[in-house]
């Protein structure tokens, strides 16, 4: 089913997603645009490159508490904090962002031990795709292409959109998608010229062309394996990393995670927080030892996270090019770069 609106009914839209539960879409502030829970339909903007932040934390907030407790003397109660989720639509989400949810289901879902607030948020979320303008060039820092995902690829996605001149063209992928669309009384039935607009720009999103390697997951899983001990390599890679931890904080699919008791007059919270691979403490042992002192230690774990390890654990590369490691990182390191190095050792 493929559905229309006028791009100026935008706010429209957003009001009557509103009504069927917490809406996440993207916002634009002084800086950049940003997902964020809407309260006013009218922040919603289609007209962005992409966000600095990915999505993301919509299924994997930054922060959480797990569980609730009181201390008393001698006694300890505590309760888990339930996980209560309202079915949401998340809108706004580009192509290589949808396909980070399927890397981050394997493994908050496919580990062994399914994470029930990863899955009840995945489960109660229509993810809203749009596709990247295919007449306009893709960002430099992307490389999507290298992690065979396009413009304009539907995959993954519940309603897939595509704008089209003053309108935005809305098409139901999956049975969660349709029935989301049908339940819109804002959207027009949309014409034949609108579907063949819409078959278009899926073909010509398999034009865009962003950096591309040749790179195949098991092979430059096993070439990184190989070059594990290359000290000289790593350190002359991560010469500028300066630890900050920006790389990971703003990656769709990085999901460490660290867990912390807050007290405060005798009651608090057990949290679960983002973490990085990048900080210098993330590996400091109670001992006082520290296996990984060194930044080129560091930014190897993260490379070789992504391209080594989780193909070995998960069967598929953990990252899906989307260039915003390179936008955000303050001394322009290119994971892209590294990968592309290293697999021509
Ligand atoms: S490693 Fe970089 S390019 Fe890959 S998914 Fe993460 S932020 Fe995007
Ligand atoms: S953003 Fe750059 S400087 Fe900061 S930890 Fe990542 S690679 Fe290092």
Redesign the pocket.
């Known amino acids: 089913m493929l559905k229309k609106i006028g791009l100026d009914k935008l706010g429209g839209l957003a009001a009557a997603l509103m009504e069927k539960g917490p809406l996440y879409a993207p916002v634009r502030d002084e800086k950049a645009v940003n997902f964020q829970a809407i309260q006013d339909p009218a922040a919603v903007t289609l007209d962005f490159y992409n966000t600095a932040l990915s999505p993301k934390f919509v299924f994997f907030p930054q922060s959480e508490d797990l569980i609730r407790y009181r201390l008393e003397k001698g006694n300890a109660e505590a309760e888990a904090v339930p996980i209560a989720v309202a079915p949401s639509v998340l809108f706004g989400v580009r192509p290589c962002d949808v396909q ?1 949810f399927a890397i981050m289901d394997r493994h908050f879902l496919g580990a062994g031990i399914i994470d029930p607030y990863w899955k009840e948020r995945r489960d109660k979320t229509v993810v809203v795709g749009f596709a990247f303008d295919p007449s306009l060039p893709p960002d430099p820092a992307d490389f999507y292409n290298t992690l065979a995902i396009q413009a304009a690829d539907p995959s993954g996605s519940d309603v897939f959109m595509v704008k089209k001149d003053g309108d935005l063209l809305l098409k139901g992928i999956t049975e969660k998608g349709e029935a989301l669309l049908k339940g819109l009384a804002v959207l027009e039935a949309a014409a034949t010229a609108d579907e063949a607009f819409f078959d278009e720009t899926l073909r010509k999103g398999r034009e865009v062309k962003t950096r591309f390697a040749e790179i195949k997951d098991t092979e430059i899983a096993g070439k990184l394996t190989g070059i594990f001990e290359k000290t000289a390599f790593w350190e002359e890679v991560s010469a500028a990393c300066i630890s900050c931890g920006a ?1 990971t904080f ?5 999901y460490c995670f660290d867990i912390n008791d807050e007290t405060l007059f005798r009651k608090g919270a057990r949290k679960r927080f983002w973490d990085a691979c990048m900080f210098t403490d993330f590996t400091l042992e109670a001992s006082g030892h520290n296996p990984r002192p060194r930044i080129f230690q560091r930014y190897r774990q993260k490379v070789c996270h ?1 391209y080594s390890y989780h193909v070995t654990k998960y069967g598929c590369i953990s ?8 936008r955000s990182c303050p001394v322009n390191i290119d ?1 892209f770069s590294i990968v592309e190095k290293a697999a021509k050792l």
């Open positions: 980070s790389c703003v990656c769709p699919t990085c992504k990252c899906v090019g989307c260039g915003r490691c390179t994971i």
